[in-house]
């Protein structure tokens, strides 16, 4: 999808000129872009969390050559999805107390934050758990 997708839309289904339309497509850009750059976080209830996040200077490894480069430091910009988002992309069933599950997740990231840890780490670390919770009661059941 492009930013005249996005202006498409808003002139179909709002029904302002394509002109309006365009300069409210460009007017939330333009505000998403400012807040990130004053390094402010953008939550979106229902979508996710746009956040800028700052990366320590660290050594990599060239892939082509095996040879150790410097990656200095850097800010980086992430993205955090919605426990709606996320449940709409897998299928499931949005659960009705949505906002609290949204809620909670913007927490248990800044918690994580705060403590030094990249809630991004977490993530994964969940899903490997509750994969590892399906396949534990999948054998089970089996078993049964």
């Known amino acids: ?41 953008i939550k979106i209830s229902g979508f996710g969390n746009f956040q800028v996040r700052q990366k320590k200077a660290r050594v990599g490894r060239n892939p082509q050559t095996g040879r150790e480069i410097e990656i200095s430091a850097r800010r980086v910009l992430t993205f955090r999805p919605s426990a709606v988002l ?4 897998n ?34 670390e969940l899903e490997e758990v509750e994969e590892y919770k399906a396949s534990a009661s999948g054998m089970k059941a089996k078993a049964e």
Do not use: C, W
Not at 86 to 89: F, I, P, Q, V
């Open 91 to 124: 299928g499931e069933q949005i659960p009705e107390n949505h906002s609290e599950l949204d809620a909670a997740e913007d927490a248990a990231a800044d918690a994580a934050e705060a403590a030094g840890l990249d809630p991004e780490d977490l993530d994964e």
């Open 86 to 89: 996320k449940a709409a992309l």
């Open 1 to 41: 999808m492009t930013k005249a997708d996005i202006i498409e839309g808003v002139y179909e289904k709002v029904g302002f000129s394509k002109k309006e339309s365009a300069e409210i497509v460009e007017l939330v850009f333009d505000t998403f872009k400012e807040t990130l750059e004053r390094g402010d976080k």
